[in-house]
């Protein structure tokens, strides 16, 4: 089952646990010093935050999915319908190791589909996407 995600970049790491923590009536998942996620089941979520020094707002969103087929399906339908995709395998980001691909809607949303097949001890470093990432408008 695909789960929505959200990466929100927030200037105090703390202040922003208390926040989503009182408005999800849950705890964080995850705790870093400068990453922070909440694996919720009701809504169906995967909110991550982090304090790394990006402009503070949403950074990007995705869909989570449960295995490789799922990926490689959305990953297709983006390319059918003209998107271009900057794929990722094996890559770590978010305390996570994960296959990735990445788009930019029509509006310049970043958005990322991906599968988690295992955690990481370092956050990861963040990759330049190329401008073939962005989607061509119709």
């Known amino acids: 089952m695909k789960r929505l995600h959200m990466h929100v970049s927030v200037p105090d790491i ?3 646990i208390a926040f989503y923590s009182t408005l999800f009536d849950a705890p964080p998942s995850v705790v870093k ?7 919720l089941e009701d ?7 982090s304090s790394r020094a990006r402009a503070n707002g949403i950074d990007h969103v995705g869909v989570q999915v449960d295995n490789a087929e799922e990926l490689a399906e959305l990953a297709t339908r983006l390319k059918a319908a003209g998107s271009t995709t900057f794929d990722q395998a094996a890559t770590t980001c978010c305390y ?23 955690e990481a001890t370092a956050y990861g470093e963040d990759e330049i996407f190329p401008a073939a990432a962005k989607t061509a408008c119709c």
């Open 14 to 16: 703390e202040q922003a």
């Open 96 to 118: 996570a190791k994960s296959d990735k691909s990445w788009v930019t809607d029509t509006a310049g949303v970043r958005w990322e589909t991906f599968f988690t097949h295992g």
């Open 43 to 49: 809504p169906r979520v995967n909110l991550a935050i």
């Open 33 to 39: 010093h400068d990453y922070a996620k909440w694996m």
